[in-house]
């Protein structure tokens, strides 16, 4: 006989059942599951010699026979828990002596092949419970509302005695037959000195459950997507948490309860450690048809606004062309006939890059996507697995910063989730249509620029009304009021929102920040997740004010737009050092105790000494680096590279281009919070000064 097929968390809870193909909900179950004083109370109520005898009770069979002689009637029954399992497998239809017979033949057979584990196991899943329950988890879930691990003696009574008529003494039906039949099972068995008087009497004082729940329903586009891949199998695992799936599930429901009837929302929650998604949701509500709830928009590609700004910047700020404090223009701009506009329809005129984020505004995000190039970002983004849809036979153009391709909320969750983790890519999975997995790809943005990103959303204001908590996010709204976004990360969680018509409907006045944001913030706080402090600045990675920017970041020019565009031409610029900026001194970490300079045998990693990022623009790739006249490594083409100091002191650093042209600048390298005594004036830079 088949058993309901089930979808378990990451913990083996149940997420979801689905009935057998007869209709019933038949729970795999064995003793295991079950609170050890029930399956004491069933043996010694049902079944008292179980353990010795060979599938039927001759002391039972006799006494039963006796009492049938001497009233003319059945006084008490002689069935064992063999014969009711075979009884079970093989249903008689009337209550005749052949019947009885078979019965009996049958429980001899049974006890030849299974063990009495097996035995009890077997009945503990097939017992009948009433309607269309069958086995003990499957009642204790609908009755209790939960596994049957941990039963009080009530509980565990009634269980006990509803399989002997289960229709005539279902409690949500006939709660005073219930009641009834569990004290005769309470009365016996304190009688039997299992459970005692006083503890008999207090079981029946509890009042029985006089209503049927359901059972767990959770993740139904889950399960229906294990279905669809095939016939399912008895139990599959998931990476989804029960609890976090449960409450984003209720924030789902309230938030919709808030919305139009027809529009819908979706949200995602994951590891980004290792990639396990712990709850997703991809319709408030999976029947409900005015919002198609049976669609699963965390796989809809729909555009994503401005939610793909950030990794612009990332890539702006891994070229070296900007820093948080470097000025840019948000004027009204014309890119060969692309003319981008504000959301407010309004220019703030120079703003920081730092600025322009936070307040998401257009024609820098523009500016800075036309310098990197909107092919390369498309390049990034397959860097961390994730393939947008691009508009049929067009090239990736500029309108792609501003929400110009189709991307899923799953595939801008994963995003984010490599954005959390210093640019390291990773794949998201919930182990039924994909696997989580920590990818050896390429990043999708070194260490130094993702928190440079990171940093910037950090410092964005909650919507006005929620909870404050150390998240790094961003919202986003597509063209038309169609898609309203919010995405937002810790240290350890990424969440992701998205709101919509799942039929591309517009929805007027919809926006990222004004719908969706105050959606991610509820669900964080409902989660239950312990705040987890964003990671501190990899090495080379610091906030710089205004005057100690180096002169070429202190403003993005169309000068530096442009030379940044003509980077991989034959007529590039010479090469230039933008980072470290000639002068500066510059910390290579807190490790190690020796001396100034160390001992001569050890190697730098050992005296605590951490790399040194480098990065260049204009020249021609590619190229090589030299420190203090020795080169570094072989030629990259990389306009970002390391270098491993192996001492402290002064360096020069120069790097020559393919075409033979040459940059150098002068730093001084210390280590950590060591009192560095500096040379005198005139000697070397007095400044501190960073990237």
């Known amino acids: 006989m088949t058993v309901s097929a089930e979808i378990l968390d990451r913990d083996g809870r149940l997420l979801r059942a689905f009935a057998t193909p007869e209709g019933h909900m038949r729970l795999k179950t064995s003793a295991g599951d079950v609170d050890p004083q029930f399956t004491r109370m069933l043996i010694a109520y049902e079944d008292q010699r179980f353990l010795h005898h060979p599938g039927i009770d001759p002391v039972a069979l006799a006494r039963a026979a006796g009492q049938f002689l001497m009233h003319g009637r059945i006084v008490s029954g002689a069935s064992t828990l063999s014969m009711q399992l075979a009884r079970l497998i093989e249903p008689r239809e009337n209550r005749s002596l052949t019947a009885k017979l078979r019965q009996i033949a049958r429980a001899l057979q049974i006890e030849r092949r299974l063990t009495k584990a097996e035995i009890l196991d077997l009945y503990l899943t097939h017992a009948p419970y009433g309607g269309n329950l069958e086995g003990v988890r499957a009642a204790s879930l609908a009755y209790f509302g939960k596994e049957p691990r941990r039963l009080t003696t009530a509980q565990a009574a009634l269980l006990v005695a509803l399989p002997q008529l289960p229709e005539h003494r279902r409690p ?88 139009d009837p027809q529009v819908s929302l979706a949200l995602m929650l994951a590891d980004t450690q290792n990639g396990a998604i712990l709850a997703e949701v991809g319709s408030a509500d999976f029947t409900d048809r005015a919002r198609r709830g049976f669609v699963d928009m965390t796989r809809v590609p729909r555009s994503p606004g401005s939610t793909l700004k950030p990794f612009i910047y990332g890539l702006a700020f891994e070229e070296g062309l900007i820093a948080q404090e470097t000025l840019i223009e948000d004027r009204p701009a014309d890119f060969f006939g ?31 996507l036309d310098a990197v190039g909107p092919s390369r970002l498309i390049v990034r983004f397959r860097r961390a697995g994730v393939t947008v849809e691009l508009p049929k036979g067009a090239p990736p153009g500029l309108a792609i910063g501003l929400g110009g391709l189709g991307i899923s909320l799953r595939d801008l969750v994963q995003l984010y989730a490599a954005l959390a983790r210093r640019g390291a890519p990773v794949t998201l999975g919930n182990g039924v249509d994909r696997q989580p997995a920590q990818e050896e790809a390429a990043p999708l943005l070194d260490p130094v620029a993702s928190w440079q990103v990171a940093d910037i959303l950090s410092g964005v ?28 990360f810790d240290g350890r969680y990424v969440l992701g929102v998205w709101v919509g018509r799942a039929d591309n409907g517009a929805v007027p006045a919809i926006s990222g920040y004004a719908t969706a944001a105050p959606i991610l913030f509820e669900a964080f706080a409902r989660l239950g997740l312990a705040s987890v402090p964003l990671p501190r600045p990899p090495t080379g990675a610091r906030r710089l004010a205004p005057t100690d920017l180096p002169a070429a970041l202190r403003r993005f020019t169309a000068d530096q737009q442009g030379l940044a565009a003509l980077s991989r031409r034959p007529a590039d610029p010479a090469p230039r050092i933008v980072y470290p900026p000639d002068g500066a001194r510059v910390d290579l970490g807190n490790g190690g105790d020796g001396g100034e300079n160390g001992s001569e045998s050890e190697t730098a990693a050992e005296r ?76 070397g830079p007095q400044a501190r000064s960073g990237p």
Do not use: C
């Open 461 to 488: 204001l909650p919507p006005q009304g929620s909870a404050r908590r150390v998240l790094a996010y961003k919202t986003g709204t597509s063209y038309g009021y169609r898609d309203a976004w919010s995405v937002g």
């Open 172 to 259: 949500d039906r006939h709660p005073l037959a219930a009641e009834a039949a569990r004290a005769r099972v309470l009365a016996r068995l304190a009688v039997d000195r299992l459970i005692g008087a006083g503890e008999a009497e207090r079981a029946g004082l509890e009042p029985v459950p006089v209503r049927r729940a359901d059972l767990p329903a959770l993740a139904p586009h889950v399960a229906e997507s294990a279905r669809r891949k095939g016939p399912l199998a008895e139990r599959t695992p998931t990476t989804l948490d029960r609890d976090r799936q449960s409450a984003l599930e209720e924030v789902a429901r309230t938030a919709a309860a808030r919305l």
């Open 338 to 368: 692309y003319r981008p506009r504000n959301f407010d329809m309004s220019y703030q005129g120079d703003v920081t890059i730092r600025q322009a984020l936070q307040l998401s505004l257009n024609v820098p995000a523009v500016r800075l």
């Open 608 to 683: 605590g000494l951490e790399p040194l990022t480098l990065k260049l623009q204009g020249g021609r790739a590619p190229f090589r680096w030299l420190a203090n006249g020795r080169p570094m490594a072989e030629p990259s083409l990389r306009r970002v590279s390391q270098w491993q100091p192996d001492g402290l002191g002064f360096s020069t650093l120069t790097v020559i281009d393919a075409a033979g042209r040459a940059a150098s600048v002068r730093v001084f390298l210390q280590k950590g919070d060591m009192d560095q005594a500096l040379p005198q004036a005139g000697s």
